[in-house]
């Protein structure tokens, strides 16, 4: 794929940290149809993008960037847009949990934000050892 286009493609930002948002990247990697590429939210890539967007506070939350659309997805939004991007089942899972008003599905996704540290170890290491194939789709 060309430089170009590659960066043109959807931006998936995680917390390097968190063994949920871990597991929700690997389970993106494993399925997704639709190329994304990840970042840090503490990393540069998105400190760069928010000073361009003048994002004042770090999210705490799995955030999506859509250049092409130029539009930032946030918490149960930006998990639908993965969802909707995975193919399968997945989508239409995305269009079922669409039905349910936006805020009742944030207050969910605030919720297991909370108890994520409880359920999910932290990861052993911040920046595990990706195969070469994937390695082109994480950026700091």
């Not at 060309?2 to 990697?29: K, N």
């Not at 770090?58 to 909707?84: C, G, H, N, W």
Request: a positive charge; hydrophobic letters at 40%; one cysteine or more.
């Amino acid at each position: 794929m060309h430089q170009d286009l590659f960066e043109e493609l959807p931006r998936v930002f995680y917390d390097g940290s968190c063994g949920l948002c871990h597991f929700f990247v690997r389970f993106t990697l494993l399925r997704m149809q639709t190329p994304f590429l990840f970042s840090p939210i503490k990393g540069k890539t998105f400190c760069n993008l928010a000073k361009a967007k003048n994002i004042e506070t770090i999210p705490d939350s799995i955030m999506v960037y859509d250049k092409k659309q130029d539009r930032i997805y946030f918490k149960t939004e930006a998990i639908l847009y993965i969802l909707r991007s995975l193919g399968k089942g997945w989508k239409l899972l995305s269009y079922l949990i669409r039905c349910i008003p936006l805020c009742i599905t944030n207050a969910g996704y605030d919720f297991i934000a909370k108890i994520r540290g409880k359920i999910f170890k932290k990861p052993k290491t911040v920046c595990p050892v990706l195969p070469e194939s994937l390695r082109k789709f994480f950026q700091e």
